[in-house]
């Protein structure tokens, strides 16, 4: 198979299945909506950075440690196969924290993040569920990673589409006929990954598989290095949380419940258009570091501009149906017909999506430089588009220009990180080329 032919695959099925994933989400937004109505959207908003930070770690270890093993297969180095089974027990260490937080002071954390009284009452259950289930959550990342690596994107994508629509099933049937409301949507949330975990496994009994589980304690020193390399992916997944933590704060003191509301709707939207960037960003990810690690720095790149060519046309298309039909995708997550909620919501979006003319670049651009194992330069782009410039754009706009600033910081930070990815493209493809495309591995 072409590397244009393996491109088409990979990246198309890995938009599917991260479609799925967001979609999930939106499902999960409008029911709670129907369900708890404006009370639940933000008690959801308000968690959003939790789950981002218990996704974040694991994809963070999960794409860190499959892009070392890829690298590393690539030119048959048997400590390959530590990484796989080092990433695994990673993030069943790591999961501790969350679960004991989850189980003991899930309302403290809740009234952190912003919740007030009544908010606090609708949203400790889920809270308290969603971290309590973080080791499935992480396990399949990791698992999902690596079975994507190892030549099997079908079933990677198999695994999040079945999980994501078993989330949407048991959403509804929880919080509706069961009436367990904002409770049930933590159950069915908490409990899909597992069936993305059951799917995955049936890689390891195919016989191109060569995933393997390496008994003994891990390297601290290979698992810190895998997280130097998936540490975009951990920014990536932590800047909706860090945006819509930052957001919420700002917007609960210019607009109140109802402009974080609107922004919950805004938020929920964006997932789906940054998953569709994902999914090429991590569609292309095995291409890169299987041609990097093989020497062949030309066909890396190739790779890297057909993404750039493809979110590219998916950005237009995003942008068109966004001012084409803001309204009806805003009235279906708006149960109460609020006239404040769908004003704040309508000019919100059509501000802030005209971001995502540069995100899916920037996305793109991050993906390659950890593929490649440019920890250092992914991590100042992954950095200044999910902490640092959207929060100091945020802050300034916010005190210039009220919400209309809110909105259009999310532009202004992928416009400066679009320069810096510029720079350190250049910079790092300088580096890597020698007169006939190649390098050596290190």
């Known amino acids: 198979m072409s590397i244009n032919e393996r491109y088409t695959r990979y990246v198309s099925q890995n938009i599917l299945g991260m479609l799925g994933l967001s979609f999930y989400i939106l499902a999960d937004t409008y029911f709670i909506s129907r369900a708890e109505g ?94 309590t289930f973080t080791p499935l959550f992480m396990t399949n990342a990791v698992v999902n990673a690596f079975v994507r690596n190892d030549r099997d994107p079908s079933l990677a994508m198999a695994a999040t589409l079945i999980s994501s629509l078993f989330n949407i099933a048991f959403d509804y049937i929880l919080m509706f006929p069961m009436k367990l409301g904002m409770l049930g949507a933590g159950i069915a949330t908490g409990c899909s990954p597992a069936v993305g975990i059951l799917i995955c496994c049936a890689h390891f009994f195919k016989e191109s598989n060569t995933l393997k589980f390496v008994r003994g304690f891990p390297s601290v020193r290979r698992f810190l290095y895998a997280c130097r390399v998936g540490v975009s992916a951990l920014i990536g997944e932590l800047s909706s949380g860090i945006t819509t933590a930052v957001f919420n704060i700002l917007i609960l003191r210019l607009a109140g419940n ?16 940054t998953s569709v960037f994902n999914g090429v960003s991590q569609g292309a990810q095995p291409l890169i570091s299987e041609s ?50 769908a004003a704040y919501a309508d000019k919100g979006a059509k501000l802030y999506f005209l971001g995502f003319l540069f995100a899916g670049i920037n996305i793109a651009g991050c993906g390659y430089l950890s593929a490649t194992e440019q920890a250092v330069s992914a991590f100042a782009c992954s950095l200044s588009r999910g902490v640092v410039t959207i929060v100091l754009c945020a802050v300034i706009m916010s005190g210039l220009f009220g919400m209309t600033g809110i909105w259009l910081s999310f532009l202004t930070s992928e416009i400066i990180t679009s320069v810096l990815m510029i720079i350190l493209m250049f910079r790092t493809l300088s580096s890597l080329f020698v007169t006939d495309g190649k390098r050596a591995y290190k």
């Open 38 to 131: 404006a009370g639940g959207i933000t008690a959801l908003n308000l968690v959003l950075p939790v789950f981002g930070l218990i996704n974040g770690l694991g994809a963070m270890t999960g794409v860190g440690s499959a892009i070392c093993y890829t690298i590393r297969k690539a030119v048959e180095d048997k400590k390959a196969d530590l990484y796989f089974s080092g990433a695994v027990f990673s993030v069943l260490l790591i999961s501790i924290p969350f679960v004991l937080g989850g189980l003991l002071f899930p309302s403290q954390i809740l009234a952190f993040l912003g919740g007030d009284e009544t908010i606090l009452a609708t949203g400790t259950s889920y809270i308290r569920t969603i971290m």
């Open 258 to 273: 109802t402009g974080v509301a609107a922004y919950g709707i805004i938020a929920n939207i964006a997932l789906v258009s």
């Open 292 to 341: 990097y690690g093989k020497g062949d720095v030309r066909s890396a790149v190739y790779v890297l501009s057909k993404s750039f060519f493809t979110v590219v046309i998916l950005s237009a298309a995003i942008l068109a149906c966004i001012h084409g039909f803001t309204g009806p995708i805003v009235e279906i997550f708006n149960c109460e017909h609020s006239a404040e909620l």
